[in-house]
C-alpha cells in the first residue's frame, strides 16, 4: 500500500563523463538532480562508485547530465523505469528483435544504445501511458535522439508520444561561486528545475477553499452535490474556474475525448467548466497531497510562514508579540489542516525491482501514516 503522494518530482537521468564522453556514462534515478549530480563530480558525499573520481578505469569526474526522464508518478515506478533502462540486454519492455545485440553480461552503456533504449521504451506498451517528458541538456543529444527516434518510428511505423523539452543554455541561472568551473556549463539548466511541491500550492490552497465551503459543491461532469469527507475529488488548477469532479467522472470524461486510445486511465482532458486542457497527473497528484501528504503540507506551510515573517521584518511592521508567534523554527505551531478521506481503493500495480546500482532513495522503510492514507497510485498510471 502507498502511504505518500505523488511526488513533486522524481526522474531517471542519463550521467556522461566530460572527460570520457564517449566511453562513460551512466543511468540513475534520484528525487534532486542538483544535489545528484554534486555526489557524482564528489562535491557532496554519496555518488556511485562507477561514477568516482578513480575507480581502477581513470578519471571521468566531472560528469553532466545530459537528459532527464521525468514525470514519474511514484519512487516505484522511476526505479522500474531504471531498472529496464539499464538492462535494456534483459527486460521484457523491450522486443528482443530490436534491441541492440551484445553477449557480454552486462553491456556497458554508450551514447547510442542508451538514446535507442530509451526510445523503444518510452513507445513499450508499459511506460507509453505514463505522463513521462523527456528533458535535453546538451543540444549535441537532442540532435542524436531525433536521429534514432526517426529510425525506430520508419521501422516501428509510429510517432513516439512522449513530450520532449530541450532546455537552452542561455539564459538559465549561473552556477553558485562554489561550483563555478567545477561542473560543466550543460548543469546549469539543473538550477531552473522545480522539485519541490512549491507549484502545487496554490492548487492545493484553492481546493482547501472551495471544497471546506459551507455550501457543498456538485460535480461539473454528473451534476451532483460532492461530499469531500466521502468521495474522491479533483480541482481544476486554473485560478478564477471553481470546477470540481468527482474523481471516476473526469476519468470518464477525458477517456471519453480520446476514444482511440482504448487507456484505462487518461492523460489529459478538457476542464469541463473553462475548457483548459489539464494534465491527469497534475490533478492526482494535488488530490493525494490533500488526501496523503500530512508530512508535505507541514514543510510547504513552514516555507510559507517564514517567508510572511522575512517580509514582514523587512518591511518593519513585525511587533513584538507576533514575532514571537511566527517563529519558523516553531515546528509545533504549524499545523496541517485536516485532510479530506475518501474510501479505499485497489493497491499499487508496480512491483520494486531491485537493481544492483546504488540509486538515490531513501532508504528508510515507510513509516505509518498519522492520517488515513488511501492508495491512489494506481489513478495516475495504467496497471
Same mark, same amino acid.
Given at each position: ?14 550521467? @556522461? ?13 534520484? !528525487? ?79 551514447? !547510442? ?6 526510445? #523503444? ?41 512522449? @513530450? ?54 456538485? %460535480? ?15 480541482? %481544476? !488548477? ?8 468527482? +474523481? ?24 469541463? +467548466? ?15 497531497? @490533500?488526501? @496523503? ?58 512491483? +520494486? ?11 528508510? !522503510? #515507510? ?17
Amino acid at each position: 500500500m502507498m502511504d505518500k503522494p505523488i511526488p513533486a518530482f522524481y526522474c531517471c537521468y542519463l550521467l @556522461r563523463s566530460t572527460v570520457q564522453p564517449k566511453a562513460s556514462l551512466y543511468i540513475g534515478s534520484t !528525487p534532486n538532480p542538483v544535489r545528484r549530480i554534486k555526489q557524482h563530480n564528489g562535491i557532496t558525499k554519496g555518488g556511485a562508485w562507477r561514477t568516482a573520481s578513480e575507480n581502477g578505469n581513470g578519471t571521468k569526474r566531472p560528469w553532466e547530465m545530459c537528459l532527464l526522464v521525468t514525470g514519474f508518478p511514484s519512487k516505484i515506478a522511476a526505479l522500474q523505469f531504471e531498472w529496464a533502462w539499464q538492462h535494456a540486454h534483459k527486460t521484457r519492455h523491450i522486443a528482443a528483435e530490436v534491441k541492440s545485440p551484445s553477449k557480454q553480461r552486462r553491456p556497458a552503456v554508450t551514447l !547510442p544504445k542508451g538514446l535507442k533504449h530509451l526510445n #523503444l521504451l518510452l513507445r513499450a506498451q508499459s511506460f507509453s501511458r505514463w505522463p513521462l517528458t523527456l528533458e535535453f541538456f546538451d543540444e549535441g543529444v537532442h540532435g542524436r535522439w531525433r536521429v534514432f527516434d526517426k529510425q525506430i518510428e520508419k521501422t516501428l511505423g509510429k510517432p513516439l508520444d512522449t @513530450r520532449i523539452v530541450v532546455h537552452s543554455i542561455a539564459g538559465q541561472p549561473s552556477l553558485p561561486p562554489k561550483l563555478q568551473g567545477q561542473l560543466p556549463e550543460s548543469a546549469r539548466g539543473l538550477y531552473a528545475l522545480n522539485v519541490a511541491y512549491e507549484d502545487v500550492k496554490a492548487h492545493y490552497e484553492k481546493s482547501l477553499d472551495l471544497l471546506n465551503r459551507d455550501r457543498p459543491p456538485h %460535480c461539473e461532469v454528473c451534476r451532483t452535490r460532492i461530499n469531500p469527507k466521502e468521495s474522491m475529488v479533483l480541482v %481544476c !488548477p486554473q485560478g478564477k474556474c471553481e470546477s470540481v469532479s468527482h +474523481l471516476v467522472c473526469l476519468s470518464k470524461r477525458f477517456l471519453a475525448e480520446n476514444p482511440e486510445t482504448n487507456a484505462l486511465i487518461p492523460k489529459s482532458g478538457k476542464c469541463p +467548466l473553462c475548457q483548459t486542457k489539464l494534465e491527469w497527473r497534475t490533478l492526482v497528484q494535488e488530490l493525494t497531497l @490533500r488526501e @496523503r501528504g500530512e508530512k508535505e503540507i507541514i514543510q510547504l506551510l513552514k516555507k510559507k510562514r517564514k517567508r510572511v515573517v522575512e517580509e514582514m521584518e523587512a518591511d518593519d511592521v513585525l511587533d513584538e508579540g507576533l514575532d514571537g508567534e511566527l517563529d519558523s523554527g516553531n515546528e509545533e505551531a504549524v499545523e496541517a489542516p485536516e485532510p479530506f478521506v475518501a474510501g479505499s481503493m485497489l493497491g499499487d500495480s508496480y512491483v +520494486l525491482i531491485s537493481s544492483d546500482d546504488d540509486s538515490e532513495g531513501d532508504p528508510s !522503510p #515507510l513509516k505509518p501514516a498519522a492520517l488515513k492514507r488511501h492508495n491512489l497510485g494506481h489513478l495516475s498510471h495504467p496497471p
